[in-house]
């Protein structure tokens, strides 16, 4: 099986940068999935991560380190609206099914 | 505009009686899922179908069944032998499975209370 841990809550403070770190265990690691969800709606696809490193996208990067298993996400230049919740999700290739399996999510609170 | 729609949004039934929610893509999409999303839980996956007329299983199939007659099609149908069904229901898709990027896109989402 596969264990995915993430803080359950963090909060930060608007135009300030954050890191949300991701840690996982599973067999068969084929890939990093970072996702965010506003209150009662659908997760939104953020990043993707395969290889050891940095990716960046605008605001958000999200780093891999596949000997540690172990990402983050960085949203800098934080916005109220990036108050969410921030899914990783990690895909194995075991078993041949290539499902993503997610974390509890961590809530993020930015406030003024 | 492609997409992917669940309906109803929110869902309310009497204990015993099975109820089915509907997951429609248009997105072209080989691949859809059904997750189930409780506080403090995350999301943790009900079905999965990879390609039409098939589907499997996932961590907690338990009380629910799915079909796979068309593609852009996945109902979802909670049945009385689920023990604790209010929850909230997201249906995904992905236009493959495997090595490549293939993230997911989400629906809106079903709110389902049972009483």
């Known amino acids: 099986g596969q264990n995915i841990d993430q803080p359950t809550e963090m909060t930060a403070t608007e135009g300030a940068i954050v890191q949300i770190n991701c840690t996982y265990q599973?067999?068969?690691?084929?890939?990093l999935f970072w996702y965010q969800q506003h209150a009662g709606e659908a997760p939104t696809f953020l990043s993707y991560?395969?290889?050891?490193g940095l990716e960046e996208k605008g605001r958000f990067s999200s780093f891999l380190s596949r000997s540690k298993g172990y990402s983050y996400l960085l949203l800098k230049e934080l916005q109220m609206k990036d108050s969410a919740s921030y899914l990783c999700?990690?895909?194995?290739?075991?078993?041949?099914?290539?499902?993503?399996?997610f974390g509890r999510g961590t809530s993020l609170i930015v406030h003024p | 505009d492609g997409g992917i729609t669940q309906s109803p949004k929110y869902l309310f039934r009497k204990e015993g009686q099975n109820v089915t929610l509907s997951c429609e893509q248009n997105l072209n999409h080989d691949a859809m899922y059904w997750y189930r999303q409780d506080p403090g839980q995350g999301l943790r996956l009900i079905y999965y179908?990879?390609?039409?007329?098939?589907?499997q299983k996932g961590d907690i199939a338990e009380g629910y069944s799915v079909s796979r007659e068309k593609k852009e099609s996945f109902p979802l149908t909670v049945t009385s032998a689920q023990k604790n069904p209010t929850a909230f229901y997201l249906c995904?898709?992905?236009?493959?499975?495997?090595?490549?990027?293939?993230?997911?896109?989400f629906g809106p989402g079903t709110r389902l209370t049972v009483t």
């Open positions: 991560n395969v290889l050891d």
């Open positions: 599973t067999s068969g690691f084929n890939g």
């Open positions: 999700a990690v895909r194995s290739s075991s078993g041949g099914s290539y499902i993503p399996t």
């Open positions: 995904a898709s992905s236009p493959g499975w495997g090595d490549a990027t293939y993230e997911q896109y």
């Open positions: 179908s990879q390609i039409v007329n098939d589907f």
